[in-house]
């Protein structure tokens, strides 16, 4: 199982970003995908998580209305498009995959490498 993250990087607060999330070595459209972060000095954190079908989505409370998680079957990619980004956004993004919707907000099976947000003026 591969899990590689991109599109993190420094973006002023108000800014927007695209991560994305090339995954391999599974049945991709069978699993339940997600994203944690984890901010220095502190636990990591569930973000968003989607559906194998798309049809669910949940998120962190923190997040709700900012940030939207979305994947592309056919391309074995999930992406969290982050918009009215703030300084506390800042932190280590990672792409998680479990083939339970119910165990990937909490003990994902699968997390990849991480990618940095930085969230500063």
């Known amino acids: 199982v591969q899990l590689v993250e991109s599109g993190g990087g420094l973006v002023q607060p108000g800014g927007s970003l695209r991560l994305s999330c090339a995954a391999s070595g599974f049945t991709f459209s069978i699993y339940a995908m997600g994203w944690f972060r984890q901010a220095p000095g502190k636990e990591r954190e569930f973000v968003a998580a989607i559906s194998w079908n798309s049809g669910d989505t949940y998120y962190a409370d923190s997040v709700k209305g900012r940030f939207t998680i979305s994947r592309l079957n056919a391309k074995n990619t999930v992406y969290l498009q982050m918009n009215s980004l703030k300084p506390e956004d800042t932190a280590v993004y990672y792409c998680?995959?479990?083939?339970?919707?119910?165990?990937?907000?909490?003990?994902?099976?699968?997390r990849g490498q991480g990618t940095q947000v930085t969230v500063s003026s």
């Open positions: 998680v995959a479990d083939r339970a919707m119910s165990i990937i907000t909490t003990r994902p099976a699968y």
